[in-house]
């Protein structure tokens, strides 16, 4: 059994000291705890595109990112596709910005897929000014196989353009484990 008493200073005076508790436990006094005691650790991923990349109208494409944070690395620019290598259920957000297309008659889509089957999508109009797209979604993940890409689909007449820029803020995805 562990007994700690007020003002220990474990996670105050020392806000990197960590506690480890097994067993029965009493705690006296006042305790605060913060943050999320069944947070998943470093099981997330951020990426971000930052450079522009030319759609071709008519067809679904991939979107490649660079990335911002990956401290487990699962994601491979070279199949543009991130592999969680942990089982769990996981939240998958997208942010999208395009540049302005020609007519405002059709439609922009972007889709998150999981092993190449779409579970989050968002359609909305063309825009004559450049504007952004968002989707989320949550999703299970096996941690060996499965895997999450990105995809867009654009009616405009001509090709059109996603910004990226280089601070990563414009296009991006970030996955992350929530149980």
């Known amino acids: 059994m562990a007994l700690l008493k007020a003002n220990t200073g474990i996670g105050t005076t020392n806000p990197t000291a960590a506690l480890h508790v097994f067993g029965n436990s009493i705690f006296a006094g006042i305790t605060t705890v913060t943050g999320n005691l069944n947070a998943a650790g470093n099981y997330y991923v951020k990426l971000a595109r ?3 990349q030319t759609i071709t109208n008519g067809a679904d ?3 490649g990112f660079s990335t911002i944070s990956d401290p487990n690395n699962w994601y491979s620019g ?4 991130t592999t969680p290598t942990v089982a769990g259920t996981y ?3 997208v942010m999208l910005n395009w540049q302005a297309g020609s ?3 059709n439609q922009t889509n972007i889709q998150i897929r999981k092993n190449g089957n779409t579970f989050a999508l968002s359609q909305v109009g063309i825009q004559t000014f450049a504007y952004t797209q968002n989707a989320c979604g949550i999703v299970t993940m096996n941690g060996t196989a499965d895997y999450i890409d990105f995809t867009v689909y654009t009616s405009n007449p001509t090709n059109q353009v996603v910004n990226g820029t280089a ?7 970030e996955i992350f484990k929530i149980n």
């Open 61 to 63: 494409a991939l979107i």
């Open 50 to 52: 930052t450079t522009n």
């Open 78 to 81: 070279i199949t543009t596709r």
């Open 167 to 173: 601070d990563g803020a414009w296009t991006k995805m």
């Open 103 to 105: 007519v405002t008659n």
């Open 91 to 93: 939240h998958v957000d």
